[in-house]
Structure formats: C-alpha cells, structure tokens
Nanobody, 126 residues
Framework: QVQLVESGGGLVQAGGSLRLSCVVS????????MGWFRQAPGKEREFVSG????????YYGDSVKGRFTISRDNAKNTVYLQMNSLKPEDTADYYC???????????????????WGQGTQVTVSE
C-alpha cells in the first residue's frame, strides 16, 4: 500500500515563502512520477507541478511558473515544493500525488495519478 504524507503548510503573508514536503512510503520513490495539486474552496482541483522519476523533467501550471519549484530526493523518498512570492490566490489545500504513467502529457491530469496524500493547508494573507 502506497502512502503519501504531506507537511509544511501553514499561514504566511503575501510575498512570503513555504516549502512543502511529501514523503512516499510503500513504493520506491524513484519509480514514481510525482505531482502537486491544489484545491481552493468551491473550486476544482488544479495542477500545480509535476516531476519525473529521475527529477530531470519538471512541469508547472501557468499560475505558479517562475514562483514555485518542485524537486525530489529519491534517497529520502521525498518530493518538495518550494513556494516563493506567495499570493492570496495561492490559498488552498495542497495535495501530493503519485502516478504509474509514462509520458509528459499526463502530469497535469489528476485522473492519471493513482495515489494521493491527505493534503496540507496553505493560507496566504494580504
């Protein structure tokens, strides 16, 4: 059974930074394409970022490009999301997801991910 546990969320002022972590257990992280999604109240779950198995390829949603950075440490079975220049519109629950797919076009598609964490809340104040 694969488990994903996110951490690092919290309350931050606009312009601030947070780093989210996602620890993968039950499966070797290096075999798993990973993604981050977010969901604000009343909105659809939105793709934030994805990273390939090796970490050599990364993908970002348009709203976070240039501000967020995804990375991974396969030795620690952990994926990170560094969030800089945060805006109030970044407020959401952030979810880590693990997939079994191949191909770059799948990273932004939430239905391609087989495993999901419970989420961590990020609140950005004015």
């Amino acid at each position: 059974q694969v488990q994903l546990v996110e951490s690092g969320g919290g309350l931050v002022q606009a312009g601030g930074s947070l780093r989210l972590s996602c620890v993968v257990s039950g499966r070797t992280a290096s075999n798993t394409p990973m993604g981050w999604f977010r969901q604000a109240p009343g909105k659809e779950r939105e793709f934030v970022s994805g990273i390939s198995r090796s970490g050599s390829s990364t993908y970002y949603g348009d709203s976070v490009k240039g501000r967020f950075t995804i990375s991974r440490d396969n030795a620690k079975n952990t994926v990170y999301l560094q969030m800089n220049s945060l805006k109030p519109e970044d407020t959401a629950d952030y979810y880590c997801a693990a997939g079994t797919f191949v191909g770059s076009t799948s990273y932004s598609q939430k239905d391609r991910y087989a495993y999901w964490g419970q989420g961590t809340q990020v609140t950005v104040s004015e």
